[in-house]
Each structure stands twice: as structure tokens, then as C-alpha cells.
T-cell receptor, first 114, second 116 residues
Framework: DADVTQTPRNRITKTEKRIMLECSQT?????MYWYRQDPGLGLRLIYY???????NKGEISDGYSVSRQAQAKFSLSLESAIPNQTALYFC?????????????FGPGTRLTVL | AQKITQTQPGMFVQEKEAVTLDCTYD???????LFWYKQPSSGEMIFLIY??????QNATEGRYSLNFQKARKSANLVISASQLGDSAMYFC?????????????FGTGTLLAVQP
């Protein structure tokens, strides 16, 4: 079984709809992240959380919110989706004490906003 | 300014040959980490290799090695004995350990095509 899972894997939605992307991990890592990937731009950080009580904005947090429901779960919400939020979204996890705090990514969620 | 630069948008390599993917970085933080990830056409991001700025030896993981030249600020990925399954996009990334976010800064990637 995958260590980091994301649901859904693909989603098509309409403008102004609320949508939630979910991430779960079995790696036991404290740190979790949400990134988005746009063609030609690499990955950019949306939000990150270093533990259950810690939530921080990344470089492109406008239009997004997150919830850290448990150590293993970190969800990303788009309150009112817009077409330029069409992208590939990745959840990642890391552990400060192992492997240089390497981030391990989930399989991604491909989101299309029409 | 670009913090991670990958100057090769695309490359071809013959199966069983070695290939080097270039990556240069820019940081004033004395402590940082360098990473390479592979993204096949299916979309997932797969961690390949990590190099810490204070590591004396170049990192190796199986057929992957990282040619770390600190003075030149380069962190090239070397894949030995290329296989067809190595065809993918490859991203170089850096984490500045002095930063608060722990975020990875990614390059724009190099698309590698392995030819039979």
C-alpha cells in the first residue's frame, strides 16, 4: 500500500464550487505539505504543517485553506474554485529526524476548474 | 533570481549509456539540502537522492549519483546504465535550512527520453 495517498485522483468541477482534496499518510511523519504544479513552473508551496497544531501559509495560499485533522491527515480546500486553480496538486510528508527531512510525495490530484 | 536552474529542457540518451542532468543553485544559506525527483508520465513525484551541504561524499543510490560541486554550486544527477523506464521528467530541488518553511524550491525540470 502507498505510504501517502490522495483522494480524489482526478476531479473536474465548476467555477465557484467548494472542493476538498484529502491526503493521508502511514509514514508516521509529523510534517505535511500541499503543493501545486503548473506546466513550466515546477512545484509551489501552498500550505504546510509541522504538527497537528501548526498550520502555516506557503507562497501561494490565497484562495486555499487547510485542515490538519490528525497527524496522518491533511486536507486542502478551495472555498470557491476558479479556473486558474486548475493544476496538479501534491501532498507531501517529511520527518525532521530522518533522511535530511526529505519530502515524500503522494500520487497527486489532477484538478480541472471549468 | 532563479534559485534552481536546470538548463536542459530535454535530453535523449541511448539505453545502457550514462547520462548527466545538470542543476545549478543559488543560496546564501550555509546549510541546505539538494534533492532530485523523478516524475514519470503518470504524474507522481518520486524521490531519488539527497545531498546535504555539509556532506563530504557525493550521494549515491543504486544507479543514481549526485555530482556535488559546492564551489560551483552545482548538483548534477548522473544516471548510469540508462533503462527505458528512466524516461521521465527530472526535477532538481533545494531546501534552505535557515528558512522557516522547509519548502522545497524546484527547478523547471529536464525531460529525459531513453532510446532503445
Amino acid at each position: 500500500d502507498a505510504d501517502v495517498t490522495q483522494t480524489p485522483r482526478n476531479r473536474i468541477t465548476k467555477t465557484e464550487k467548494r472542493i476538498m482534496l484529502e491526503c493521508s499518510q502511514t509514514k508516521g511523519h509529523d510534517r505535511m505539505y500541499w503543493y501545486r504544479q503548473d506546466p513550466g513552473l515546477g512545484l509551489r508551496l501552498i500550505y504546510y504543517s509541522f504538527d497537528v497544531k501548526d498550520i502555516n501559509k506557503g507562497e501561494i495560499s490565497d484562495g486555499y485553506s487547510v485542515s490538519r485533522q490528525a497527524q496522518a491527515k491533511f486536507s486542502l480546500s478551495l472555498e470557491s474554485a476558479i479556473p486558474n486553480q486548475t493544476a496538479l496538486y501534491f501532498c507531501a510528508t517529511s520527518d525532521l529526524l530522518s533522511g535530511g527531512d526529505t519530502q515524500y510525495f503522494g500520487p497527486g490530484t489532477r484538478l480541472t476548474v471549468l | 533570481a532563479q534559485k534552481i536552474t536546470q538548463t536542459q529542457p530535454g535530453m535523449f540518451v541511448q539505453e545502457k549509456e550514462a547520462v548527466t542532468l545538470d542543476c545549478t543553485y543559488d543560496t546564501s544559506d550555509p546549510s541546505y539540502g539538494l534533492f532530485w525527483y523523478k516524475q514519470p508520465s503518470s504524474g507522481e513525484m518520486i524521490f531519488l537522492i539527497y545531498q546535504g551541504s555539509y556532506d563530504q561524499q557525493n550521494a549515491t543510490e543504486g544507479r543514481y549519483s549526485l555530482n556535488f560541486q559546492k564551489a560551483r554550486k552545482s548538483a548534477n544527477l548522473v544516471i548510469s546504465a540508462s533503462q527505458l523506464g528512466d524516461s521521465a521528467m527530472y526535477f532538481c530541488a533545494m531546501r534552505e535550512n535557515g528558512g522557516a518553511t522547509n519548502k522545497l524550491i524546484f527547478g523547471t525540470g529536464t525531460l529525459l527520453a531513453v532510446q532503445p
